[in-house]
């Protein structure tokens, strides 16, 4: 039976899980898709696919792979519209996270940013490592 949970994994957490399916990232990311709904911006959609279309990740994801995977998280995720802005992370481009966890509702956001990490808790919400998570469960 699914919690009514909803979680916020950071790009980095998301192309680990994508890559390395038994990591630590792996592991948290599909049990939280087990327990509740991932949720998903456009920005952060945006940004990663344009991070798993670099040239880098070519030897280990075919661009069908990515297609793919980006395909199903869209439909396996909860797509949530940003209408609160924030600004409170010491690198801006980490605010998208936030302003999606706290337009979301999120119950956390799994990360191993330590620029995002720093602001634990946020709004009452928990900003945890994938390993942290896990230990959670």
Known sequence: MKRNESYVFDTNVI??????GQSKPGQAF???LDRGQI??????????????????FVPYLLREERELFLAVLLRKAVLIEIHERVKACRDPKDDMLLE?????????IISG?????????????????????????
């Open 39 to 56: 949720l998903i911006s456009a920005p952060v959609f945006h940004e990663l696919s344009t991070v798993l279309s670099r040239d880098k």
């Open 15 to 20: 192309i680990s899980a994508l890559l390395f």
């Open 100 to 108: 999606l966890a706290v337009n979301g509702k999120a119950t956390c």
């Open 113 to 137: 940013d330590e620029d995002l990490l720093e602001l634990n808790p946020f709004r009452g919400m928990s900003i945890i490592t994938p390993d942290e998570f896990l230990a959670s469960l």
């Open 30 to 32: 599909f049990a939280a």
